[in-house]
């Protein structure tokens, strides 16, 4: 009777975990693949091998780079080398991405950059650049000026908070305020890992300022890319797990009131606003279990879509570029610019593409 009953909790506890596995999988994506989208006038860009996990670009065509990112699970190609932020200028016939110097003082070799976001003070037209930083897997918000005669980052703040235990993204507000995104509930790595495995919706969207700090929506299963609607009164956020764009509106008092959820088939990473039309672009992943368990042999691949009209009824969504990762694996962040776009990943390489009219 004992060995019975044994066997039967066994048998139970197996078929939980069974069970989980094949919703983990699917909620993962693993079999999903799509017909390749191509484009025609595209090339891989020289000098970044390693990651170009977010971009964010300058109205005067200045792309910033976040380079180097390590990420737990997932794949680095230049395990020891530090992160850093490459500069690209999309108004060159032929651009070339170029290292920023950091300004003394501030830990280079540490240097993990994730999600980045710019900010210009429009009263003297200074740039700042805010970077989600991991050193030693931890989680920072670094606060830079762009010295654009020396093609330099001077360092001028350390940001940490309790409420922000797992930063991924960020949209800079002021120089030093943004809404940023949690894609973890939990530091420790088994607990996150759990977490994901369990597909709780526990992460969140923090408001941040030197004045004050709060949650302003949670609920995502994976709070992964967000961004602001040129208008400025919207916040988008992207749940990579999800599958989910969430629209947001921004209220007086910094919290946020939800009004819409445009539901995709895709993995969507960053989110990145043209800021003349308005429509979402995203790097997403068109499968997110290869992005987490990368198989030489079965590589991630890439997928580049763009939304329309998100607050109307029937948004436009857009499969731009679709590549099964023969040429770019794990696109994570899509930018446009005066027709030209630009794809980053999270740990392989950059495509930059002149657009036909569209
Ligand atoms: C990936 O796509 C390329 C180009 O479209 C194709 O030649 C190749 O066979 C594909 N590889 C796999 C594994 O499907």
């Given at each position: 009777m004992g060995k019975l009953l044994k066997i039967t909790l066994v048998g139970i506890v197996l078929a939980f975990v069974g069970e989980r596995i094949v919703r983990f999988r699917e909620r993962m994506g693993a079999t999903r693949t799509l017909d390749p989208v191509e484009l025609p006038n595209c090339h891989l860009l020289e000098g970044i091998e390693a990651g170009s996990e977010d971009i964010d670009i300058l109205p005067n065509g200045l792309a910033f780079i976040s380079a180097g990112l390590k990420y737990p699970g997932i794949k680095s190609f230049a395990p020891d080398k530090p992160g850093e932020i490459l500069l690209l200028d999309m108004t060159d016939k032929n651009p070339v991405p170029v290292p920023l110097t950091i300004s003394p003082g501030f830990d280079v070799d540490s240097f993990n950059p994730h999600g980045i976001s710019t900010y210009i003070d429009r009263k003297d037209d200074t740039v700042y650049l805010l970077v989600v930083n991991h050193p030693q897997f931890k989680s920072t918000v670094e606060v830079f000026k762009f010295v654009e005669e020396e093609n330099a980052l001077e360092h001028l703040k350390t940001i940490r908070h309790d409420l922000l235990p797992r930063i991924n993204d960020l949209v800079a507000m002021g120089p030093d305020s943004f809404y940023a995104t949690n894609d973890h509930y939990f530091t420790n790595s088994i607990m996150s890992n759990l977490e994901m495995f369990l597909g709780l919706r526990w992460t969140n969207v923090i408001y941040y300022s030197p004045k004050e700090v709060k949650e302003v929506a949670t609920d995502f299963c994976m709070a992964n890319g967000i961004n602001v609607s040129p208008d400025n009164k919207y916040i988008y956020v992207a749940d990579i797990f999800g599958n989910d764009i969430h629209v947001l509106r921004k209220n007086p008092d910094w919290s946020l009131t939800p009004v819409k959820v445009l539901h995709l088939e895709s993995f969507l990473d960053n989110l990145f606003v043209d800021p003349t039309t308005g429509d979402i672009w995203s790097g997403c992943h068109i499968n997110a279990f290869k992005l987490f368990f990368y198989d030489p042999e079965d590589l991630p691949g890439s997928e580049v879509i763009r939304v329309q009209?998100?607050?109307?009824e029937k948004p436009i969504v857009t499969q731009v570029y679709v590549n099964n990762g023969s040429v770019l694996q794990g696109s994570s962040v899509a930018c446009v610019y005066d027709k030209k776009l630009l794809v980053g990943t999270v740990f392989h390489r950059a495509l930059y593409c002149e657009l036909e009219d569209q």
């Open positions: 009209n998100i607050l109307s």
